[in-house]
């Protein structure tokens, strides 16, 4: 991430996001690095099986810029997992870009810098 996580989880916070340190079925995104993409991590992979997008930090920026969440797919590092039948995926609501372009939905980030 272009900045310390800790500062990037403020910056998504006063944009209406919340974040959470878990990755559940009401997680709206994921945001994390390539590198976590290509190396993925405990939450990169309960992220992608529990079809949760995995996002890139410009994803928050462009949804910041816009004013309002735009669409996830020119960000995402990875595909989420086919849906099994009878499972759903998470999702989130409207706002401000709020964290993961989720407003009041949950958005969690990988490791930052």
Same mark, same amino acid.
């Given at each position: 991430?272009?900045?310390?996580?800790?500062?990037?989880?403020?910056?998504?916070?006063?944009?209406?996001?919340?974040?959470?340190?878990?990755?559940?079925?009401?997680?709206?995104?994921?945001?994390?690095?390539?590198?976590?993409?290509?190396?993925?991590?405990?939450?990169?992979?309960?992220?992608?099986?529990?079809?949760?997008?995995?996002?890139?930090?410009?994803?928050?920026?462009?949804?910041?810029?816009?004013?309002?969440?735009?669409?996830?797919?020119?960000?995402?590092?990875?595909?989420?997992?086919?849906?099994? /039948? $009878?499972? *759903?995926? %998470?999702?989130?609501? #409207? @706002? =401000? +870009? &709020?964290? /993961? $372009?989720? *407003?009041? %939905?949950?958005?969690? #980030? @990988? =490791? +930052? &810098?």
């Amino acid at each position: 991430l272009s900045m310390v996580r800790r500062q990037f989880h403020n910056m998504l916070i006063e944009n209406g996001a919340r974040v959470v340190k878990t990755v559940t079925g009401g997680t709206s995104h994921l945001v994390t690095t390539k590198h976590e993409a290509d190396h993925p991590t405990s939450k990169v992979l309960a992220a992608v099986s529990k079809r949760v997008p995995v996002v890139s930090e410009e994803f928050i920026n462009r949804c910041l810029d816009e004013g309002f969440p735009v669409d996830h797919a020119p960000y995402l590092l990875l595909e989420p997992a086919e849906e099994d /039948a $009878g499972k *759903g995926s %998470g999702g989130g609501g #409207g @706002g =401000r +870009g &709020g964290g /993961a $372009g989720a *407003g009041r %939905g949950r958005a969690t #980030g @990988g =490791r +930052g &810098g």
